[in-house]
């Protein structure tokens, strides 16, 4: 069969790296990463653990009613370090969860040690050959040349970007573990959020690392969800475009993709994600059109980017209808970022999570992306806060019994631009700019047909019974709506308007 290239996802120009080389490293570089966040002594534990139930005490943070927020994280992850001078640091989930904890966020919520995903949960999505090399490679300390690294590299892994460390395997099937285990937990109505810091991982591909990622734990999370789910909204706050999970899902109907992202193909990575990639060119592909992509440039404020994020997953959720969102976190959008150089504060980052939570739809929270830790910390935090319905209630001053405390340079939550960046980011994004997006963005929508697929290229042979259900779950959709169109015709108001 002869393939057209237009329907096939493909990179449009040479991938920029990810990693800028001669990055200045920010500010001491965390030696040790197997600091356990817990006290060194049971009597101290013990203290932590009276200070922030005392804590949660005095700001009522409890379960919040009628909803259940899950919390899926392996502190084992924290052991793992990519490099000394590598940007991704584990160090920012101790300090997520140092800060998560402080605040007495635990007591609200159900809260699950991650188990590593299994290497047949790996290979859902990954091919075999890469798993297993991923599993059986030695680890190699970083090549000297950046640019000429070692010749017999294969799936990408070795070089600067995607460095084979000490404990890879169980890095990543950690990370796949907790992301796996929040998606089930949305499948089986237990919790109607969950959370996964550890994961997000949303450049690696089925066969190829990229981007400091190794194995596409949002994939796998939302295969799960296509297991009862007729389609998945996926959404991408990261500042670098999520063409892992785009490509994917390029060619089903059953999941949109729908990334924010920084936009500069010849220097920033990946080098995808133009306005006009909206998925396979080919009308017949059920993929077309499910690929949103919104191409912003440096400097975007708050105001701007909740303004977009609203007006555009509000039309993609008014056409695509989505069973369940999965919602990507990259925290390298936010101002200060070592990589990102956007001028988003937690608060307009954390907008996004308030409104997808608004929705009242079963929701999967991903981390990804951020690379200074302190920020990312206090916008993981505060987004948790979201989720449970506090973030109106804590203080903004870090609590006084937080560990590393003085890691986080000020002592609020909510830092202003002020504070983090000195001068903001001259901003490059006109209001012309944005509304082109918002207009290309609703022409592409005109296009999606709310009527539900019968397409199931995507999903892995073994969900044979699930199918069958998910199947019978979307002819009743069809069923519903045929009903709904003759009734309106019936009453002489035609087919139901377009928008
Ligand atoms: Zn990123």
């Keep these: 069969m002869e393939v057209d290239p237009a329907n096939h996802y493909s990179l449009r120009l040479p991938k920029p790296n990810y990693l800028p080389h001669k990055v200045d490293v920010d500010g001491p570089v965390v030696k040790k990463f197997n600091k356990p966040l817990d006290r060194p002594s049971d009597l101290e534990n013990a203290a932590y653990l009276n200070k922030i139930k005392r804590f949660a005490h005095e700001y009522g943070i409890t379960k919040p009613k009628g909803y259940t927020v899950s919390f899926h994280y392996n502190p084992e992850m924290e052991r793992h370090h990519f490099g000394q001078t590598h940007p991704m640091k584990p160090w920012r989930l101790t300090l997520t969860k140092s800060l998560v904890s402080s605040y007495g966020m635990n ?232 990589l990102g150089k956007f001028n988003l504060l937690v608060q307009g980052h954390a907008s996004c999570v308030e409104y997808c939570k608004s929705l009242n739809i079963p929701l999967l929270m991903f981390g990804g992306g951020g690379y200074t830790p302190r920020n990312v910390a206090r916008a993981w935090a505060y987004e948790t806060a979201v989720a449970i319905g506090h973030n109106k209630t804590i203080p903004t001053e870090l609590p006084l019994h937080t560990p590393w405390r003085d890691r986080f340079r000020q002592d609020t939550l909510l830092p202003t631009l002020e504070q983090i960046l000195g001068e903001p980011r001259q901003n490059k994004n006109p209001k012309k700019k944005l509304d082109d997006i918002i207009e290309h963005v609703s022409e592409q929508l005109r296009f999606v047909e709310t009527a539900p697929s019968v397409q199931f290229s995507t999903i892995p042979p073994d969900l044979g019974p699930i199918r069958d259900e998910v199947e019978q779950r979307i002819k009743e959709e069809v069923e519903e709506k045929d009903e709904l169109g003759r009734k309106l015709r019936e009453e002489g108001m035609g087919d139901r308007m377009e928008l």
């Design 107 to 338: 007591f609200a919520m159900e809260n699950y040690t991650a188990r590593a995903a299994t290497y047949e949960e790996l290979t859902a999505f990954h091919t075999d050959d890469y798993v297993e090399f991923l599993a059986s490679v030695a680890p190699q300390p970083l090549p000297l040349d950046v640019d000429n690294s070692s010749p017999d590299l294969k799936f990408n892994l070795g070089g600067s970007d995607c460095p084979l460390f000490e404990g890879l395997y169980d890095y990543c099937s950690m990370s796949a573990g907790g992301s796996l285990d929040a998606a089930r937990k949305l499948c089986t109505g237990q919790s109607d959020i969950a959370i996964s810091w550890g994961g997000g991982l949303h450049h690696a591909k089925k066969s190829e690392a990229s981007g400091f990622c190794y194995i596409n734990d949002i994939v796998l999370g939302i295969l799960q969800l296509l297991r009862i789910h007729p389609r998945v909204l996926y959404i991408d706050i990261d500042v670098h475009h999520g063409d892992g999970v785009e490509e994917a899902f390029f060619s089903t109907d059953r999941v949109m993709t729908v990334s924010f992202h920084k936009y500069d193909p010849q220097v920033f990575f990946p080098g995808t994600g133009a306005l006009e990639d909206n998925g396979p060119r080919s009308e017949h592909n059920p993929g077309a059109h499910h690929a949103i992509n919104v191409p912003l440039n440096d400097g975007i404020t708050d105001e701007q980017y909740e303004w977009l994020f609203k007006s555009i997953i509000s039309r993609c959720i008014e056409k695509f209808r989505p069973g369940a969102i999965a919602l990507q976190c990259g925290a390298d959008s936010l101002a200060g970022d070592r």
